[in-house]
């Protein structure tokens, strides 16, 4: 037969009502990684959090290209220059 300590219950269910430590590199990683650790709870409605300031999403014009320049081969630089 399996006895129940209640303290532990208690302390079980005590340090689940604390919220978890936010870290400024957390804080920098976006409300994606906050969402993802349970600081932030899934069911919570994050409208208001955007709805004031600035947009976190902003839309400018796209250039147009030539249509002469769509298959020209440029080069491309994928590392330090060595100049």
Known sequence: MIEKNPDAAAAMLEATNDPPPITEDDINKGMINLLNKGIIPRDV???????????????????????????????????????
């Open 45 to 83: 409605d994050l409208t208001p959090a955007f709805e004031k300031g600035a947009a976190p999403v902003m839309c400018k014009g796209i250039k147009f290209y030539d249509k002469r320049e769509a298959n020209v081969k440029r080069e491309i630089q994928t590392g330090p220059a060595n100049i």
